[in-house]
């Protein structure tokens, strides 16, 4: 499988489109603009989710119910934790986000109504260990009490912009690009972009099969996945089925047997539990029938949309499909090709009775 001419332009534009926790408005406008022309209905609920459904016939005497399918809107970002009296912002994690994930680098702070450019600073890497920051430079060893961004902004002039603690500073679009190596696609934030575009595809895939599929499908857009799996918890207590799968980026690592492939990973767990047996076969016989080599691995230092559902006992069945990604969390980089095999897969698991 190779990039579809359309899949490298809306990528792009997505992981253009800022969309830290709570603030996903940019990403939230691109996902309905590409998911209502395949759907039945599309929405946006009262948690910021978007939501599709396609109908399924209803035709088959025994089904799986509804299926909740859930790709998240939201990136790994930093918090505004205070301002100091020369205007310096002090920062906090907004998910699983460490220093090292940025480095240092151009961000955009969203104020209230547009975002102040900035610089997310580790300090000079030439002090001394008199300095308490600087030791921890030296030694590789940085938290988020050494970061901080500069703006050369007065207090008064952040004030007027809204910027205040609890606003999201993001990487700036001066370096969202993607980037390519060879047969491979890098940037930051393909977890969740990338994924997103797999579930957007498959759901083009399925409204041209219409009527092929017993099941209502809804296609799920979560808010706040990176910190606390928000958008997805209410969006399974409010819409119908017992089943959820979630669509992710998965580790490529040694400890986990996974490879960098276009052969996506079926997660059978994670830190919040195992997904369900069922569930997780279905998504592996979806990708041998699509010619591939899906790749099972227990994640144990992960968490999903659907295993938070599982987990709090909101689903009776869960799985996970996950794009294989290098540097996750960090400069990310998947196979040409991943993200078709992906959608290619969910479609195949969707169509099975």
Excluded at 5 to 30: F, Y
Excluded at 77 to 102: H, S, Y
Excluded at 269 to 293: F, H, M, P, T, W
């Amino acid at each position: 499988m190779h990039i579809n001419s359309s899949t490298w332009p809306l990528l792009e534009e997505l992981l253009m489109a800022r969309g830290p926790g709570g603030q996903e408005h940019e990403v939230r406008n691109l996902c309905v603009r590409e998911l209502e022309p395949h759907c039945d209905k599309t929405w946006i609920d009262p948690a910021g989710n978007v939501i599709g459904l396609i109908r399924g016939s209803g035709a088959a005497s025994e089904t799986r119910g509804p299926i909740r399918i859930m790709a998240h809107l939201d990136e790994i970002a930093m918090l505004v934790k205070c301002v100091e009296p020369d205007g310096t912002l002090r920062v906090v994690a907004l998910g699983g986000a460490n220093p090292i994930n940025f480095g240092v680098c151009p961000v955009d702070i969203l104020g209230d109504r547009d975002f102040i450019p900035g610089v997310l600073s580790f300090g000079s890497m030439h002090c001394t260990n008199e300095t308490h920051q600087g030791a921890d430079v030296l030694s590789g060893n940085v938290h988020w009490d050494d970061v901080h961004v500069i703006t050369r902004c007065s207090v008064e002039e952040l004030r007027e912009h809204g910027v205040r603690p609890g606003s999201r500073v993001v990487l700036s679009q001066h370096w969202r690009r993607p980037f390519r190596v060879r047969d491979a696609i890098a940037a930051h934030f393909l977890d969740d972009r990338a994924p997103m575009v797999a579930t957007l595809q498959a759901a083009a895939l399925l409204a041209g099969r219409r009527g092929e599929t017993a099941d209502d499908v809804y296609f799920v857009f979560t808010t706040q996945e990176e910190e606390s799996n928000a958008g997805a918890l209410y969006a399974a207590s409010h819409l119908p089925g017992e089943v959820t799968v979630a669509v992710e980026v998965g580790p490529v690592a040694a400890e986990y047997g996974t490879r960098l492939s276009i052969d996506p990973i079926i997660n059978t767990g994670d830190e919040k539990g195992c997904y369900s047996r069922d569930i997780v076969d279905q998504l592996y016989r979806a990708g041998e029938r699509c010619g591939l080599a899906p790749q099972f691995a227990l994640l144990v230092d992960f968490a999903s949309d659907a295993s938070a559902i599982m987990g709090s006992g909101i689903s009776a069945k869960g799985g996970c499909i996950a794009i294989p990604t290098e540097n996750t969390h960090g400069y990310e980089l998947i196979l040409e090709g991943s993200i078709e095999a992906c959608a290619g897969t969910l479609l195949g698991f969707l169509l099975a009775r």
